[in-house]
């Protein structure tokens, strides 16, 4: 009967264990691999995030962490810090692009964002991840769950404050899936 019962257990209890490290995520490789194509962004009121988007210097934000700023610096990974320009901006999307010299991010790879025909595998429940700036720290990931999903809008329950705006919010392939927005209490936006 003993050899029963302990069987029943293994046959019961070894799906979950499996179950449970396959959701077990190891984020490592991943922050590796996007955090040199992450910055700090320095204004005249205070910090904020963006990231990389083409090789050529242009980095992702939001509008309301530049706003009416006339001094834009960016910090790397690295610890280089450098002026930037606004290339452009968008008030009513609250995005912006910035420029550095081109010579400055050699060698760092862009994120990807996500394709248009990709917006299908944006749905309640993937895990993401959000990499930025907040509150005087550098470069730190929080990792959540998309928990709402809309046309313009993503929450989850990945930890924003301020200082994240402009980072990415990428899922587990490192694609960008939103620029990170808002944190109130335990839910983020982008």
């Given at each position: 009967m003993k050899t029963a019962a302990g069987l029943l257990i293994v046959v019961c209890a070894f799906p979950a264990l499996i179950f449970s490290q396959a959701v077990v995520l190891d984020y490592s490789k991943l922050y590796e691999a996007i955090s040199p194509a992450v910055v700090q962004i320095t204004t005249d009121d205070g910090s904020g995030s963006g990231f990389l988007i083409t090789p050529f210097g242009q980095i992702a934000t939001n509008y309301h962490v530049i706003r009416n700023s006339k001094y834009l610096a960016v910090q790397f990974p690295d610890g280089r810090k450098v002026r930037a320009v606004v290339a452009a901006a968008n008030p009513h999307y609250?995005?912006?692009?910035?420029?550095?010299?081109?010579?400055?991010v050699e060698g760092i790879e862009p994120l990807r964002v996500l394709?248009?025909?990709?917006?299908t595998t944006v749905k309640v429940g993937i895990p993401v991840v959000a990499i930025g700036s907040p509150?005087?720290?550098?470069?730190?990931?929080?990792?959540g769950i998309l928990s709402k999903v809309e046309d313009t809008t993503v929450l989850g329950d990945f930890l924003l404050q301020s200082g994240n705006s402009g980072g990415p919010l990428v899922n587990t392939d490192g694609i960008v899936l939103a620029v990170n927005t808002f944190g109130e209490g335990t839910i983020g936006g982008g």
């Open positions: 609250d995005m912006a692009v910035l420029k550095v010299n081109s010579a400055v394709a248009e025909d990709q917006e509150l005087n720290q550098k470069f730190l990931m929080t990792q």
